[in-house]
C-alpha cells in the first residue's frame, strides 16, 4: 500500500501520490501567493453535491437516487413475508422435534412393558438387554437401528459373538419400536429374523 | 377387552375392541388385514403384562392385546 498512497521523494520526504488523493486534494495559491492544498477540490464536490436556487446545496441527483432507491423502492410486504414464512418454518421444525420426542418417549414405554424386570434394569442401566429365545441362544439388543442386534451364546451357552442387521424403516416409527420388533420377532421366529437378516 | 397397538411415526395408536361387539371386532379386523396383509406387517400376540409374544398373521378377537410393526429388512 505504501507504494501506492505514499511514496518518497527528495526533498519532500513522504508524501501522498496517487489518483485518489490527486482527486480528493487540490493544490493551488492563497491570495496572498502561498501555497495551499485543500480538499475543496470541485472534481469531488461536483460529484457529490450540487446547488440551486431553490436549495443551496443538495446532494446531486446522480447519486440520490442511488442510495436511496435500494430502500424506495424494495417491497416492504415481501420483506415481512419472508420474515413471516421462516418463522413458520422454525414453529414447524420445532413442533415436529417436540412431537418425535413424544414419540420416543411413547416407544420406550411400550417397550418398558414388554420387558421382564431383569431386561428392564438392563436398559435403563445400559440401553441394552439380552434376549433368550426357543433355541437357547441368547441375543443382546441395543438401542440402535441398524446392525445392534448380537448374538452372544450359542445353543449350548458358549459365549460367541455375531452382529446382525435386521430392522424396519425408522421413518415409520421410533427406534425404541424398531428394538421392541426385534425383541418380539427374535422370540417369536428367530429364523425369519436371522432369514431376514444381514450378518455384519 | 382386546387392544392394538399400531406403531408409527408419531408414537403407537390404540384400538380397541369388545370381542363380544361384532362391529367393533369388524372395525378391529379390518385395520389388521389393512396393515398385516396389504402392507405387510408384522402382528404379534402378547399379553398385557408383556412378556414373549407370539407372531400371528390372522386377527384374533380374543387376544389381550396385538401388537402391528412395520416390516423388518435387513440392512447392510
Known amino acids: 500500500m505504501t507504494g501506492y498512497y505514499l511514496a518518497t521523494g527528495t526533498g519532500s520526504g513522504t508524501y501522498y501520490r496517487n489518483p485518489i488523493w490527486d482527486a480528493w ?20 464536490w461536483d460529484g457529490w453535491a450540487t446547488t440551486s436556487a431553490y436549495q443551496p446545496t443538495y446532494t446531486a441527483p446522480s447519486f440520490w437516487p442511488q442510495w436511496t432507491a435500494a430502500e424506495t423502492f424494495r417491497p416492504q410486504r415481501p420483506f415481512a413475508a419472508d420474515r413471516r414464512r421462516w418463522e413458520i418454518q422454525q414453529r414447524r ?23 421382564d424386570d431383569e431386561q428392564r434394569t438392563d436398559w435403563l442401566r445400559n440401553e441394552a438387554f439380552d434376549v433368550r429365545v426357543p433355541s437357547g441362544r441368547t441375543y443382546r439388543i441395543r438401542r440402535g ?42 422370540e417369536a421366529d428367530e429364523d425369519e429374523f436371522l432369514r431376514l437378516a444381514n450378518p455384519a | 377387552m382386546g387392544e392394538l397397538r399400531v406403531m408409527g411415526a408419531k408414537g403407537d395408536t390404540r384400538v380397541i375392541w369388545n370381542p363380544r361387539d361384532p362391529d367393533e371386532v369388524a372395525a378391529a379386523r379390518a ?46
Request: proline fraction near 4%; hydrophobic fraction near 35%.
Open chain 1, 25 to 44: 486534494m487540490v493544490s493551488g495559491t492563497t491570495g496572498a501567493g502561498f501555497p495551499i492544498t485543500t480538499t475543496a477540490s470541485t472534481r469531488v
Open chain 1, 93 to 115: 421444525i420445532a413442533v415436529g422435534r417436540l412431537r418425535k420426542r413424544v414419540a420416543d418417549r411413547q416407544a420406550e414405554k411400550l417397550l418398558m412393558e414388554h420387558l
Open chain 1, 145 to 186: 437401528v441398524a446392525g445392534n442386534v448380537y448374538r452372544t451364546h450359542d445353543s449350548l451357552g458358549r459365549f460367541t459373538r455375531r452382529r446382525y442387521c435386521c430392522h424396519i424403516d425408522t421413518s415409520l416409527a421410533p427406534t425404541c419400536d424398531n428394538v421392541l420388533t426385534q425383541k418380539l420377532l427374535l
Open chain 2, 31 to 76: 385395520q389388521f388385514d389393512t396393515l398385516v396383509k396389504e402392507k405387510r406387517f408384522l402382528a404379534f400376540r402378547v399379553n398385557t403384562t408383556g412378556g414373549k409374544g407370539e407372531q400371528i398373521r390372522e386377527f384374533d378377537p380374543e387376544a389381550e392385546k396385538l401388537i402391528i410393526a412395520p416390516p423388518m429388512a435387513g440392512g447392510s
